[in-house]
């Protein structure tokens, strides 16, 4: 058998921080092929290149600053050269460009090339919402799975342990996952659940901007506490409307559900941003720009992804939590009204 070739198509902060991972597990089994091609959006850094960075001194130094990647992480700026012969491909960008991506790689796909998402966030779909994955997997005739859970970035490239969720109908495929991305500090359970898995990484990050909100009006834990209990139910709830095929509520007890949930509600550029967006005024378009670093910020735009279906299907209602979080962004809410969606919450009525 020819060594299974990974791609990694993207290189931010978590795509270097799998790479680090991915470029090390390659070398220690027969399985893969130890080069594994980095797909880097090609940035100038003080007058140099990223990928020559990259490939010179092994550090992502925009994204990922202060890790060394293992040398046979190669970063190359062109989306066809890396993808082309891939038999994995591992999608790990913000989630607003992955269309362009999937046309520029959709014809150079290798016969039975499979991939994984670990992107957070939804599309826009004629009929209401759509998945990343399933973006994927109808520009490039793919199988995909989905990997969610409580990583951030930081802490999984400092080898901090954590546990994940891969969300995967084809068991041998999630044994491969498991055999590219486990380590002792990064336990991976697989479920088959994936609608579900992905979905609640999208849906996480509108709950963390309702917890940051909570921060800068100075509630207390107490408040964040309901935040993420409420936001969790109105998680389940769209899930249910729009998950394909049955739900199961034990994938929210997952590291995709309440753990990565908690994380993103204590730790993530989320809470932090909207705690920023509440003390100094500014919108979230500013903060983001000056906060980030180039980082992008999934919450707010998956909450007007996520509004929009609501009111299509007449349920902005049955989802105070979810429709506060968007007319606060971007309508004008005045955020002191916070408070209101939660007291008045379908779940005390
Ligand atoms: N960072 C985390 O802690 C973390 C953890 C788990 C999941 N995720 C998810 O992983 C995904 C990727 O996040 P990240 O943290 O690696 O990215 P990031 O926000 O750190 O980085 C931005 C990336 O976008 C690229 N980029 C910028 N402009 C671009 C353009 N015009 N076209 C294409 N690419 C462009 C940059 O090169 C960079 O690689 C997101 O969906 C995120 O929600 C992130």
């Given at each position: 058998m020819p060594p299974t070739r990974v791609c990694i198509i993207g290189s931010g902060n978590w795509g270097s921080a799998i790479a680090k991972i991915i470029g090390k597990n390659v070398q220690r089994s027969n399985r893969f092929d130890p080069i594994v091609k980095m797909w880097v959006f090609e940035e100038?850094?003080?007058?140099?290149?990223?990928?020559?960075?990259?490939?010179?001194?092994?550090?992502?130094?925009?994204?990922?600053?202060?890790?060394?990647?293992?040398?046979?992480?190669?970063?190359?700026?062109?989306?066809?050269?890396?993808?082309?012969?891939?038999?994995?491909?591992?999608?790990?960008?913000?989630?607003?460009?992955?269309?362009?991506?999937?046309d520029q790689i959709a014809a150079h796909m290798k016969p039975g090339a499979f991939g994984i998402s670990l992107i957070k966030g939804v599309d826009e779909g004629p009929e209401g919402l759509k998945l990343i994955s399933d973006i994927i997997r109808e520009k490039l005739k793919i199988e995909v799975s989905v990997l969610m859970g409580a990583n951030i970035a930081s802490e999984v490239a400092d080898e901090k342990f954590c546990e994940t969720t891969i969300g995967c109908k084809n068991e041998k495929h999630g044994q491969i996952f498991k055999e590219l991305m486990q380590?002792?500090?990064?336990?991976?359970t697989v479920v088959d659940d994936c609608d579900t898995v992905e979905i609640c990484g999208a849906l996480k990050n509108i709950v963390a901007v309702g917890a940051g909100f909570c921060d800068g009006l100075n509630f207390?834990?107490?408040?964040?506490?309901?935040?993420?209990?409420?936001?969790?139910?109105?998680?389940?709830?769209?899930?249910?409307?729009?998950?394909?095929?049955?739900?199961?509520?034990?994938?929210?007890?997952?590291?995709?559900?309440?753990?990565?949930?908690?994380?993103?509600?204590?730790?993530?550029?989320?809470?932090?941003?909207?705690?920023?967006?509440?003390?100094?005024g500014k919108s979230i378009e500013e903060l983001e720009k000056e906060m980030l670093n180039g980082q992008k910020l999934q919450g707010p735009q998956t909450s007007a992804e996520v509004y929009k279906v609501l009111k299509q299907k007449n349920m902005v209602d049955k989802f105070p939590l979810f429709a506060s979080v968007y007319q606060t962004c971007y309508e004008g809410r005045v955020v002191q009204e916070f408070i209101s969606c939660l007291q008045n919450h379908p779940e005390h009525m």
């Open positions: 100038i850094i003080n007058g140099k290149k990223l990928t020559e960075i990259i490939n010179k001194d092994h550090e992502n130094v925009k994204y990922l600053p202060g890790h060394k990647l293992p040398h046979n992480v190669v970063a190359v700026p062109d989306t066809v050269e890396a993808a082309t012969g891939a038999d994995i491909l591992v999608f790990v960008l913000p989630h607003q460009f992955i269309s362009r991506i999937c380590t002792p500090n990064f336990r991976i207390g834990d107490n408040t964040k506490a309901a935040v993420i209990r409420l936001g969790l139910m109105e998680m389940v709830a769209f899930a249910k409307l729009f998950c394909r095929g049955s739900v199961s509520i034990a994938t929210f007890l997952e590291s995709c559900g309440v753990a990565d949930l908690i994380t993103t509600c204590y730790g993530g550029r989320n809470r932090k941003v909207a705690e920023a967006f509440v003390r100094t």
